[in-house]
């Protein structure tokens, strides 16, 4: 049996691909199939929660085994109707082990994925919302305006690499979406400077800032709130998905920095 899980209700199995395709030119959607031992325990697993991908990496020397590199990505999406478990990747050639993986990926490519239980809700209620991301948060944006009530209001700034690059975001919600573009998202993005410049409706009873960017620009957007604005820590979420010039580990290390 592939799928292992524990007391604190993790688990970690094979999944294989079913099916793979461009979404955009800089996002590639990778869909798995669901088999008979994980499909009872992902119906408490949230769609457009965090999970972890185990890629293997060969070195030169073939004859030796692959070195595992562990990432961080969301679960676009669990469907236990049609039994299909959906990531999306940003493409950006093979510079990096996740996106080499999403572009070499085939129907019946295995790859290993760890998710925890929870059904919790991805944002918490709230009348407006402010959603901010670039590129690597398009499939968690995507999930959380997809899962909004009808009675609340949110805007919605995402930054991708150029025009082609936009999506249809569908949700009940009554949202707004404004595009930028950053054809070299390593070297500085806008995100920041148009938080700080958005105002808030008037008469809104409680607001919340999401917000999944580059290091830098979530650290300037948790400062713009916290220390400018003096918002409560729980009316914004800022994280950090990537960070310049840096591997997802030391961009975790650099987390763990900030909430110690």
């Known amino acids: 049996m592939t799928t292992s899980l524990t007391t604190t209700r993790k688990i970690r199995s094979v999944f294989t691909v079913k099916d793979k395709k461009y979404l955009t030119p800089h996002l590639i959607r990778v869909v798995f199939k669901i088999n008979e031992d994980q499909i009872e325990w992902?119906?408490?697993?949230?769609?457009?929660s965090n999970n972890k991908i185990f890629i293997p990496v060969h070195t030169e020397d073939q004859s030796s085994e692959p070195i595992i590199i562990t990432r961080t990505y969301t679960n676009r999406k669990i469907d236990l109707?049609?039994?299909?478990?959906t990531?999306?990747?940003v493409a950006h050639g093979e510079s990096s082990p996740a996106s080499a993986w999403a572009v070499n990926a085939k129907p019946g490519d295995p790859l290993e994925i760890s998710m925890?239980?929870?059904?919790?809700?991805?944002v918490p209620d709230a009348d407006f919302y402010l959603l901010v991301g670039d590129a690597t948060a398009?499939?968690?944006?995507?999930?959380?305006v997809e899962q909004l009530p009808s009675f609340v209001t949110a805007k919605v700034?995402?930054?991708?690499?150029?025009?082609?690059d936009e999506m249809m975001l569908c949700s009940a919600a009554d949202i707004s979406v404004e595009w930028l573009y950053n054809p070299h998202p390593e070297q500085g993005s806008r995100l920041a400077d148009l938080v700080k410049s958005f105002v808030f409706p008037k008469g809104i009873l409680?607001?919340?800032?999401?917000?999944?960017?580059?290091?830098t620009t979530a650290k300037e957007i948790r400062n713009y709130f916290k220390t400018e604005l003096n918002w409560d820590s729980h009316g914004i979420h800022a994280v950090s998905y990537w960070r310049a010039g840096q591997s997802e580990d030391e961009t975790s290390r650099d987390r763990q920095n900030q909430r110690d």
């Open 81 to 85: 109707e049609n039994r299909e478990l």
């Open 138 to 144: 398009l499939p968690v944006v995507t999930a959380i």
């Open 87 to 89: 990531i999306d990747f």
């Open 42 to 48: 992902l119906t408490n697993v949230q769609s457009g």
């Open 157 to 164: 700034f995402l930054e991708v690499f150029g025009k082609e």
């Open 116 to 122: 925890k239980e929870s059904t919790r809700p991805l």
């Open 206 to 215: 409680k607001e919340y800032v999401y917000a999944a960017t580059e290091y």
